[in-house]
C-alpha cells in the first residue's frame, strides 16, 4: 500500500512540473508576441502569420491573435497593427471600427 502512495506522489510531483512548464513556455510566448508586435513602427502593419513565425511557429497565427485579444497595454503594444494575411482587418478588441481608425 505505502509503494502505491509513494507512485501516486510520484506521478502528481511529475504533472505539476509538466504544468508549470506549459505555464512557462505561455508565458514566454506571450510576452514574446508582445515584444515583437511592440516593434511595429507607426504607418505599418505586419500579419499574424509573420509575428507567429517571428516567435517560431509558422502555424501559431490563430495563437497570437488570441494573445493579441488579451493585450493589456493597448497603447504600448499596438496589436491594432496585426492583420490577416489575406489583407483584411481582423478582429480588435476594441471594435474593428476603432482598429480602421488607428490604422489610417
Known amino acids: 500500500m505505502k509503494h502505491h502512495i509513494i507512485?501516486?506522489?510520484m506521478d502528481?510531483?511529475?504533472i505539476n512540473l509538466m504544468i508549470m512548464d506549459i505555464?512557462?513556455?505561455s508565458m514566454?510566448?506571450?510576452?514574446?508576441?508582445y515584444d515583437i508586435v511592440s516593434q511595429i513602427p507607426s504607418g505599418k502593419v505586419s500579419t499574424y502569420g509573420e509575428i507567429a513565425k517571428a516567435v517560431?511557429?509558422?502555424?501559431?497565427a490563430r495563437a497570437v491573435g488570441r494573445i493579441l485579444n488579451e493585450n493589456p497595454r493597448l497603447?504600448?503594444?499596438p496589436c491594432h497593427r496585426v492583420v490577416h494575411s489575406n489583407g483584411g482587418v481582423g478582429g480588435y478588441r476594441l471594435g474593428v471600427k476603432k482598429k480602421?481608425?488607428?490604422?489610417?
Do not use: S
Open 100 to 104: 480602421i481608425e488607428l490604422l489610417k
Open 28 to 33: 514566454n510566448i506571450y510576452q514574446a508576441v
Open 7 to 9: 507512485e501516486k506522489n
Open 23 to 25: 505555464v512557462a513556455y
Open 56 to 60: 517560431g511557429d509558422i502555424r501559431a
Open 12 to 14: 502528481y510531483e511529475i
Open 75 to 77: 497603447i504600448e503594444i
